[in-house]
DNA sequence: TATTGTTATACTCTATAACTATA
DNA sequence: TATAGTTATAGAGTATAACAATA
Protein backbone atom coordinates (compact mmCIF):
# COMPACT_ATOMS: atom_id res chain seq x y z
CA UNK A 1 0.00 0.00 0.00
CA UNK A 2 3.12 2.43 0.43
CA UNK A 3 2.34 4.65 -2.43
CA UNK A 4 5.73 6.59 -1.71
CA UNK A 5 5.88 9.73 -4.56
CA UNK A 6 9.66 8.99 -6.53
CA UNK A 7 11.39 12.49 -7.29
CA UNK A 8 13.59 12.81 -10.02
CA UNK A 9 14.50 16.54 -9.28
CA UNK A 10 18.19 16.22 -10.27
CA UNK A 11 17.10 14.73 -13.52
CA UNK A 12 14.65 17.19 -14.67
CA UNK A 13 16.73 20.17 -14.60
CA UNK A 14 19.03 18.35 -17.18
CA UNK A 15 17.58 19.24 -20.85
CA UNK A 16 18.82 16.10 -22.19
CA UNK A 17 16.42 14.22 -19.98
CA UNK A 18 13.92 15.79 -20.83
CA UNK A 19 14.57 15.64 -24.59
CA UNK A 20 14.89 12.22 -24.10
CA UNK A 21 11.33 11.76 -22.32
CA UNK A 22 9.36 14.04 -24.99
CA UNK A 23 11.22 12.37 -27.61
CA UNK A 24 10.15 8.85 -26.71
CA UNK A 25 6.79 10.04 -25.84
CA UNK A 26 6.33 11.73 -29.45
CA UNK A 27 8.03 8.85 -31.20
CA UNK A 28 5.84 6.15 -30.53
CA UNK A 29 2.83 7.77 -30.52
CA UNK A 30 4.41 9.75 -34.36
CA UNK A 31 4.59 5.58 -35.68
CA UNK A 32 0.97 5.17 -34.48
CA UNK A 33 -0.18 7.81 -36.66
CA UNK A 34 1.92 7.04 -39.66
CA UNK A 35 1.04 3.33 -39.48
CA UNK A 36 -1.82 2.99 -41.66
CA UNK A 37 0.29 3.97 -44.29
CA UNK A 38 2.73 1.43 -43.53
CA UNK A 39 5.22 4.03 -43.10
CA UNK A 40 7.69 4.87 -40.12
CA UNK A 41 8.98 8.34 -38.76
CA UNK A 42 12.55 7.78 -40.61
CA UNK A 43 10.51 6.18 -44.43
CA UNK A 44 8.40 9.56 -43.83
CA UNK A 45 11.28 11.76 -43.62
CA UNK A 46 12.74 10.48 -46.52
CA UNK A 47 9.32 10.59 -48.73
CA UNK A 48 9.60 14.19 -47.59
CA UNK A 49 13.24 15.09 -48.67
CA UNK A 50 12.64 13.13 -51.69
CA UNK A 51 9.61 15.16 -52.94
CA UNK A 52 11.36 18.81 -52.17
CA UNK A 53 14.16 17.28 -53.76
CA UNK A 54 13.16 15.33 -56.98
CA UNK A 55 16.91 14.03 -58.85
CA UNK A 56 19.15 13.36 -55.42
CA UNK A 57 21.14 11.14 -54.75
CA UNK A 58 21.16 8.08 -51.92
CA UNK A 59 24.14 9.82 -50.12
CA UNK A 60 22.58 13.35 -50.40
CA UNK A 61 19.45 11.82 -48.68
CA UNK A 62 21.14 10.11 -46.29
CA UNK A 63 23.24 13.19 -45.21
CA UNK A 64 19.93 15.47 -45.35
CA UNK A 65 18.35 12.87 -42.73
CA UNK A 66 21.66 12.65 -40.60
CA UNK A 67 22.23 9.22 -40.77
CA UNK A 68 24.74 7.08 -42.10
CA UNK A 69 24.28 5.59 -45.83
CA UNK A 70 23.87 1.63 -44.81
CA UNK A 71 20.71 2.54 -43.09
CA UNK A 72 19.29 4.48 -45.90
CA UNK A 73 19.40 1.43 -48.01
CA UNK A 74 16.57 -1.24 -46.20
CA UNK A 75 14.14 1.86 -46.15
CA UNK A 76 14.75 2.50 -49.94
CA UNK A 77 14.37 -0.90 -51.09
CA UNK A 78 11.11 -1.00 -48.67
CA UNK A 79 9.73 2.01 -50.65
CA UNK A 80 10.90 0.92 -53.71
CA UNK A 81 9.01 -2.32 -53.52
CA UNK A 82 5.83 -1.07 -52.60
CA UNK A 83 5.79 1.35 -55.72
CA UNK A 84 6.26 4.75 -53.92
CA UNK A 85 9.62 5.46 -54.92
CA UNK A 86 11.98 5.40 -58.15
CA UNK A 87 15.69 4.26 -58.18
CA UNK A 88 16.74 5.69 -61.70
CA UNK A 89 20.50 5.52 -63.10
CA UNK A 90 22.22 9.02 -62.99
CA UNK A 91 24.05 8.30 -67.05
CA UNK A 92 26.84 11.20 -65.85
CA UNK A 93 27.66 9.02 -63.20
CA UNK A 94 26.57 5.53 -62.76
CA UNK A 95 27.17 4.45 -59.77
CA UNK A 96 24.55 7.03 -58.48
CA UNK A 97 21.00 6.67 -58.22
CA UNK A 98 18.96 9.58 -58.90
CA UNK A 99 15.47 9.02 -56.66
CA UNK A 100 12.00 10.45 -57.29
CA UNK A 101 8.61 10.00 -55.82
CA UNK A 102 6.13 7.82 -58.32
CA UNK A 103 2.34 9.15 -58.40
CA UNK A 104 1.53 6.45 -56.14
CA UNK A 105 4.55 7.57 -53.57
CA UNK A 106 3.13 11.39 -53.82
CA UNK A 107 -0.51 10.34 -53.17
CA UNK A 108 0.86 8.32 -50.02
CA UNK A 109 3.01 11.73 -49.18
CA UNK A 110 0.31 13.83 -49.18
CA UNK A 111 -1.87 11.68 -46.89
CA UNK A 112 1.41 11.02 -44.79
CA UNK A 113 2.15 14.36 -44.59
CA UNK A 114 -1.38 16.03 -43.46
CA UNK A 115 -1.28 13.32 -40.56
CA UNK A 116 1.77 14.35 -39.31
CA UNK A 117 0.24 17.48 -39.39
CA UNK A 118 -2.10 16.87 -37.34
CA UNK A 119 -0.50 14.81 -34.89
CA UNK A 120 1.97 17.40 -34.37
CA UNK A 121 -0.17 20.25 -33.86
CA UNK A 122 -1.50 17.98 -31.59
CA UNK A 123 1.27 17.09 -29.44
CA UNK A 124 2.04 20.57 -29.30
CA UNK A 125 -1.54 21.95 -28.14
CA UNK A 126 -0.22 23.22 -24.86
CA UNK A 127 1.82 25.32 -26.29
CA UNK A 128 1.21 28.77 -27.77
CA UNK A 129 2.49 29.30 -31.33
CA UNK A 130 5.26 31.60 -30.23
CA UNK A 131 6.30 28.81 -27.76
CA UNK A 132 6.11 26.13 -30.21
CA UNK A 133 8.40 28.39 -32.76
CA UNK A 134 10.73 29.02 -29.89
CA UNK A 135 11.11 25.43 -29.00
CA UNK A 136 11.76 24.49 -32.42
CA UNK A 137 14.13 27.35 -32.74
CA UNK A 138 15.99 26.15 -30.02
CA UNK A 139 16.23 22.27 -30.32
CA UNK A 140 18.05 23.69 -34.04
CA UNK A 141 20.68 25.77 -31.94
CA UNK A 142 21.38 22.36 -29.55
CA UNK A 143 21.23 20.07 -32.61
CA UNK A 144 24.18 22.32 -33.97
CA UNK A 145 25.71 23.19 -31.07
CA UNK A 146 26.33 19.44 -30.62
CA UNK A 147 27.05 18.48 -34.01
CA UNK A 148 29.78 21.18 -34.27
CA UNK A 149 31.26 20.45 -30.68
CA UNK A 150 33.28 17.89 -32.63
CA UNK A 151 34.75 19.60 -36.11
CA UNK A 152 37.36 17.30 -36.54
CA UNK A 153 37.01 14.26 -33.92
CA UNK B 1 31.02 18.26 -58.24
CA UNK B 2 27.28 19.25 -58.85
CA UNK B 3 27.73 20.44 -54.71
CA UNK B 4 23.65 20.54 -54.53
CA UNK B 5 21.77 21.92 -51.54
CA UNK B 6 19.22 19.59 -49.76
CA UNK B 7 16.28 21.48 -48.35
CA UNK B 8 13.95 20.00 -45.61
CA UNK B 9 11.79 23.06 -45.28
CA UNK B 10 8.42 20.63 -44.85
CA UNK B 11 10.35 18.42 -42.54
CA UNK B 12 11.84 21.33 -40.22
CA UNK B 13 8.30 22.50 -39.45
CA UNK B 14 7.68 19.80 -37.14
CA UNK B 15 7.88 19.91 -33.78
CA UNK B 16 8.15 15.79 -33.62
CA UNK B 17 11.47 16.14 -36.24
CA UNK B 18 12.94 18.96 -34.83
CA UNK B 19 13.11 16.65 -31.47
CA UNK B 20 14.40 13.33 -32.87
CA UNK B 21 17.29 15.57 -34.94
CA UNK B 22 18.30 17.32 -31.47
CA UNK B 23 17.69 13.81 -29.42
CA UNK B 24 19.62 11.82 -31.98
CA UNK B 25 22.86 14.42 -31.92
CA UNK B 26 22.73 14.59 -27.89
CA UNK B 27 21.89 11.46 -26.91
CA UNK B 28 25.75 10.13 -28.62
CA UNK B 29 27.11 12.92 -26.96
CA UNK B 30 25.63 12.46 -23.57
CA UNK B 31 26.78 8.81 -23.89
CA UNK B 32 30.48 9.48 -24.67
CA UNK B 33 30.25 11.98 -21.83
CA UNK B 34 29.13 8.76 -19.55
CA UNK B 35 31.75 6.00 -21.24
CA UNK B 36 34.53 7.01 -19.18
CA UNK B 37 32.66 6.40 -16.03
CA UNK B 38 31.22 3.05 -17.35
CA UNK B 39 27.50 4.92 -17.60
CA UNK B 40 25.23 5.46 -20.05
CA UNK B 41 22.07 8.06 -20.41
CA UNK B 42 19.66 5.32 -18.62
CA UNK B 43 22.13 3.89 -16.02
CA UNK B 44 22.55 7.11 -15.33
CA UNK B 45 19.22 8.11 -14.75
CA UNK B 46 18.90 4.74 -12.85
CA UNK B 47 21.76 6.34 -10.12
CA UNK B 48 20.02 9.72 -9.95
CA UNK B 49 16.31 8.51 -9.14
CA UNK B 50 17.97 6.06 -6.92
CA UNK B 51 20.38 8.80 -4.99
CA UNK B 52 17.25 10.58 -4.62
CA UNK B 53 14.79 7.98 -3.28
CA UNK B 54 17.14 5.80 -1.78
CA UNK B 55 15.39 2.10 -0.50
CA UNK B 56 12.52 2.48 -3.66
CA UNK B 57 11.84 -0.67 -5.18
CA UNK B 58 12.30 -2.00 -8.97
CA UNK B 59 9.10 -1.10 -10.36
CA UNK B 60 8.95 2.49 -8.76
CA UNK B 61 11.98 3.06 -10.92
CA UNK B 62 11.20 1.81 -13.73
CA UNK B 63 8.17 3.97 -13.86
CA UNK B 64 10.07 6.80 -12.93
CA UNK B 65 12.19 6.26 -15.89
CA UNK B 66 9.32 5.49 -17.63
CA UNK B 67 10.76 2.29 -18.97
CA UNK B 68 9.28 -1.38 -18.75
CA UNK B 69 10.49 -3.47 -15.64
CA UNK B 70 12.38 -5.74 -18.02
CA UNK B 71 14.29 -3.41 -19.45
CA UNK B 72 15.52 -2.32 -16.29
CA UNK B 73 16.83 -5.75 -14.75
CA UNK B 74 20.04 -5.58 -17.13
CA UNK B 75 20.91 -2.46 -16.15
CA UNK B 76 20.51 -2.60 -12.76
CA UNK B 77 22.68 -6.01 -12.93
CA UNK B 78 25.50 -4.36 -14.22
CA UNK B 79 25.25 -1.49 -11.61
CA UNK B 80 25.26 -4.15 -8.78
CA UNK B 81 27.80 -6.28 -10.52
CA UNK B 82 30.32 -3.03 -10.26
CA UNK B 83 29.39 -2.44 -6.77
CA UNK B 84 27.30 1.04 -7.86
CA UNK B 85 24.46 -0.33 -6.17
CA UNK B 86 22.61 -2.92 -3.64
CA UNK B 87 19.75 -4.21 -3.80
CA UNK B 88 18.68 -5.55 -0.33
CA UNK B 89 15.37 -7.48 0.51
CA UNK B 90 12.51 -5.73 1.99
CA UNK B 91 11.65 -8.12 5.03
CA UNK B 92 7.67 -6.66 4.73
CA UNK B 93 7.50 -7.97 1.44
CA UNK B 94 10.02 -10.49 0.25
CA UNK B 95 9.58 -10.60 -3.42
CA UNK B 96 10.45 -6.97 -3.59
CA UNK B 97 14.20 -5.36 -3.61
CA UNK B 98 15.12 -2.10 -1.48
CA UNK B 99 17.71 -0.66 -3.37
CA UNK B 100 20.27 2.12 -2.64
CA UNK B 101 23.85 3.32 -3.64
CA UNK B 102 27.08 1.93 -2.26
CA UNK B 103 29.71 4.26 -0.98
CA UNK B 104 31.37 3.77 -4.72
CA UNK B 105 28.14 4.31 -6.71
CA UNK B 106 27.79 7.78 -4.65
CA UNK B 107 31.18 8.60 -5.44
CA UNK B 108 30.67 7.63 -9.10
CA UNK B 109 27.18 9.38 -9.39
CA UNK B 110 28.77 12.41 -7.78
CA UNK B 111 31.13 12.50 -10.72
CA UNK B 112 28.50 11.66 -13.70
CA UNK B 113 26.62 14.36 -12.32
CA UNK B 114 28.83 16.86 -12.73
CA UNK B 115 29.56 15.45 -16.39
CA UNK B 116 26.41 15.64 -17.28
CA UNK B 117 26.07 19.28 -15.92
CA UNK B 118 29.12 20.33 -17.59
CA UNK B 119 27.62 18.68 -20.69
CA UNK B 120 24.32 20.23 -20.77
CA UNK B 121 25.56 23.59 -20.18
CA UNK B 122 27.36 23.14 -23.03
CA UNK B 123 24.68 21.75 -25.22
CA UNK B 124 22.60 24.84 -24.26
CA UNK B 125 24.95 27.38 -24.61
CA UNK B 126 23.24 28.78 -27.17
CA UNK B 127 20.24 29.74 -25.40
CA UNK B 128 19.55 31.96 -22.28
CA UNK B 129 18.50 30.64 -19.25
CA UNK B 130 15.21 32.06 -20.34
CA UNK B 131 15.09 30.02 -23.49
CA UNK B 132 16.57 27.09 -21.69
CA UNK B 133 14.25 26.94 -19.13
CA UNK B 134 10.91 27.25 -21.24
CA UNK B 135 12.33 24.71 -24.14
CA UNK B 136 12.36 22.26 -20.90
CA UNK B 137 9.21 23.09 -20.02
CA UNK B 138 7.92 22.83 -23.49
CA UNK B 139 9.25 19.40 -23.63
CA UNK B 140 7.19 18.01 -20.42
CA UNK B 141 4.10 19.41 -21.75
CA UNK B 142 4.77 17.75 -24.72
CA UNK B 143 5.49 14.71 -22.95
CA UNK B 144 2.55 14.96 -20.66
CA UNK B 145 0.08 16.02 -23.61
CA UNK B 146 1.35 12.67 -25.80
CA UNK B 147 1.27 9.71 -22.45
CA UNK B 148 -1.88 11.30 -21.66
CA UNK B 149 -3.57 10.85 -25.09
CA UNK B 150 -4.38 7.29 -24.28
CA UNK B 151 -5.70 7.20 -20.96
CA UNK B 152 -6.81 3.65 -21.41
CA UNK B 153 -5.84 1.84 -24.47
C1' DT C 1 42.84 6.53 -54.79
C1' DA C 2 38.08 8.10 -53.73
C1' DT C 3 33.13 7.60 -53.97
C1' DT C 4 28.28 5.24 -54.50
C1' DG C 5 25.61 1.96 -53.02
C1' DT C 6 25.56 -2.40 -50.71
C1' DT C 7 26.14 -6.33 -47.34
C1' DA C 8 27.07 -8.00 -42.95
C1' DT C 9 27.22 -7.18 -38.35
C1' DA C 10 26.69 -5.32 -33.71
C1' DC C 11 24.96 -2.48 -30.03
C1' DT C 12 21.43 0.10 -27.68
C1' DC C 13 16.75 1.13 -26.51
C1' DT C 14 12.22 -0.27 -26.19
C1' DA C 15 8.27 -3.54 -25.87
C1' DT C 16 5.63 -7.86 -24.87
C1' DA C 17 4.69 -12.57 -23.14
C1' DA C 18 5.47 -15.83 -19.90
C1' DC C 19 7.76 -17.61 -15.91
C1' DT C 20 8.91 -17.81 -10.32
C1' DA C 21 8.11 -16.58 -5.95
C1' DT C 22 5.73 -14.36 -3.19
C1' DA C 23 1.46 -11.78 -1.49
C1' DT D 1 -5.96 -13.70 -8.20
C1' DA D 2 -2.49 -10.12 -8.29
C1' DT D 3 2.20 -8.21 -7.89
C1' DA D 4 7.71 -7.98 -8.01
C1' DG D 5 11.29 -9.33 -10.35
C1' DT D 6 13.03 -12.13 -14.08
C1' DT D 7 13.87 -14.46 -18.60
C1' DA D 8 13.44 -14.76 -23.38
C1' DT D 9 12.58 -12.62 -27.44
C1' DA D 10 11.64 -9.28 -31.02
C1' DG D 11 11.69 -4.87 -33.49
C1' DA D 12 13.58 -0.47 -34.65
C1' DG D 13 17.39 2.93 -34.87
C1' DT D 14 22.05 3.71 -35.28
C1' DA D 15 26.99 2.73 -36.24
C1' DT D 16 31.23 0.64 -38.46
C1' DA D 17 33.97 -2.33 -41.63
C1' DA D 18 34.44 -4.20 -45.92
C1' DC D 19 33.04 -5.16 -50.62
C1' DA D 20 31.90 -4.36 -55.94
C1' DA D 21 31.30 -1.11 -59.44
C1' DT D 22 32.55 3.11 -61.02
C1' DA D 23 34.87 7.57 -61.07
Redesign the interface.
Known sequence: MEK?V??????????????????????A??NATLAPLGLR?LSF?AL??I???PG?RQS??A??L?IERPNLVIVLDDLEQRGLIVRDRVPSDRRAYALRLTDDGGRVYQLA?SA??A??A??????SKV??L???D??????????K?QPDG
Request: hydrophobic share 45%; glycine share 4%.
Open positions: QISDTSLRCFAGYALKRAFNSVQDVMSAVAENLQLGASAVQHDRMTSGLERAMIALRRIETANTE
